[in-house]
């Protein structure tokens, strides 16, 4: 064995560009499986068992410094802040009696109507690991996973509204995409005068924009954008957004509105998890061939 | 740079244990949480790391290893599987060819070497992104430069582990 060995000058395997190319078909077909098919994910999660405790080590440092921050708070901070929690609470406390009136009349006035009741969705709290190190995306990771039941879908908000989407579940992890990452899309409707349409992030922290808006659409700065809940995805009446800067120019068919998002996207620790959305019944199947001549000759009949 | 021992015959072997404990370390520099800027500004501490093992031991570090390693990056990113195995491929690859230039260069010359190798690495990572998501950040290009301004410091730090201490048994 000895000698065989130290006979082989040249026998060193396939030559580097083999290995090129061998590796980047193999990366390639990987990427196309991977983007197309999404059969890679269970292999994925297996692989983040082996990533998850590293990850968690290189997050210690700054968990510590945070927890040592607060431990060498001054207590005069302390006051200063127990004071004006206490206000806010009472003026919260004041504005809790008013909602629990008006979600009893809210009920009762459903009931009569024979609506589909809204449930009160049940919540998780979850808290962020760490953020996205990639800079194309906006992402976060929380630390409930399928071990918690967090399914991919499910809706994450803060304290005042919706900051994204669960878009990938590991065994102890969460993958939110932020309403902030490129052309991601949510339902929205005007809460002003019930005008429906679709938030669109930018990739940029702090930035929406609604596309497609026709000049002569009826929105102000300063409205408030909240979730429509059409198509099931996000529940009804969540805020979503407050509409900053209208450019409406002549030249082109549609307004340019930016929007900036109500909730922290990028400021907190702690989120909530909503789940249990009611299920829509199933969307009718288009069909494929002439459906869209079908709706055209139909639009024709009927006047 | 003259006192630097530039020949390799001054240098203790590297063991494996030394080789796999760097590209760790490395890995655990890249996922620290970066934000902001700085994320633009981050040094791809995995791809420098791999690019020295490609031109110092190009027969124990090579293009599988990168790949394997490329393979464990995306699962931490949560990027598509083989995006960042693509672009270390690519990466060991170049090491490996400029690896016999290398010895002969001092380490100002290495740099400008190593330069376009590692932005053809940034090149090809954001040209699978841009293909999959049709755009691109044009600040993510800002690590490559910090990427090969940190190869002096990288290459001097590797150097001095490796070089062999003076035992206090001789005398």
Request: charge should be neutral; hydrophobic fraction near 45%.
């Amino acid at each position: 064995m000895e000698q065989t060995q130290s006979f082989r000058f040249f026998n060193r395997g396939p030559s580097p560009a083999a290995r090129l190319v061998f590796f980047s078909l193999l990366s390639l077909l990987l990427l196309f499986v991977d983007a197309r098919y999404r059969y890679l994910e269970s292999a994925r999660s297996a692989l983040s068992i082996l990533t998850y405790p590293l990850q968690r080590v290189v997050a210690a440092p700054g968990a510590l410094w945070q927890q040592a921050d607060s431990f060498f708070t001054l207590q005069s901070n302390l006051l200063r802040d127990n004071a004006q929690m206490r206000q806010q609470h009472t003026v919260d406390a004041v504005q809790l009696q008013q909602l629990q009136v008006l979600q009893a009349e809210n009920q009762h006035l459903r009931e009569l109507l024979a609506v589909q009741q809204h449930a009160a969705y049940p919540m998780q709290l979850a808290e962020i690991v760490y953020v996205e190190r990639d800079i194309f995306k906006r992402k976060l990771f929380l630390d409930k996973g399928a071990q918690a039941n967090v399914q991919a879908g499910q809706v994450v908000m803060d304290d005042i509204g919706v900051v994204g989407q669960i878009t990938r579940v590991y065994p102890w992890l969460s993958e939110v995409t932020l309403i902030t990452d490129k052309d991601h899309s949510v339902p929205v409707q005007v809460l002003r005068n019930g005008l429906r349409t679709v938030v669109f992030g930018s990739g940029d922290t702090g930035d929406l924009t609604l596309r497609y808006m026709p000049n002569s659409a009826d929105i102000k700065e300063g409205d408030i954008l909240v979730t429509s809940g059409i198509d099931g995805t996000y529940p009804l009446g969540l805020p979503v957004a407050k509409v900053g800067h209208i450019e409406r120019d002549p030249a082109y068919p549609f307004a340019r509105i930016q929007c900036s998002p109500v909730a922290g996207v990028d400021r907190h620790r702690q989120l909530l998890i909503l789940s249990g959305l009611p299920k829509l019944p199933e969307r009718p199947e288009a069909t494929v061939e002439n459906g869209a001549d079908q709706s055209k000759r139909g639009r024709r009949k009927k006047p | 740079m003259s006192d630097f021992p530039k020949d390799q015959e001054f240098l203790l072997p590297a063991s494996n244990v030394f080789i796999v404990l760097s590209l760790l370390a490395a890995l655990l520099l890249n996922w620290l949480p970066w934000s902001g800027i700085w994320l633009a500004l981050r040094p791809d501490f995995v791809a420098l790391v791999l690019l020295y093992w490609c031109t110092h031991k190009p027969y124990r570090i090579g293009i599988g290893m990168a790949w394997m390693i490329g393979i464990f990056a995306d699962v931490a990113d949560a990027s598509l599987f083989g995006q960042h195995a693509l672009a270390y491929t690519v990466l060991a690859f170049g090491g490996i060819v400029l690896h016999r230039r290398m010895q002969m260069f001092d380490l100002r010359q290495q740099t400008l070497q190593v330069f376009p190798v590692l932005l053809l690495a940034y090149l090809v990572y954001a040209l699978v992104h841009w293909q999959l998501h049709g755009y691109v950040a044009w600040t993510y290009f800002l690590g490559s430069v910090a990427s090969a301004l940190l190869w002096i410091p990288l290459t001097l730090l590797l150097q001095v582990i490796r070089v062999p201490r003076p035992d206090s048994d001789d005398l």
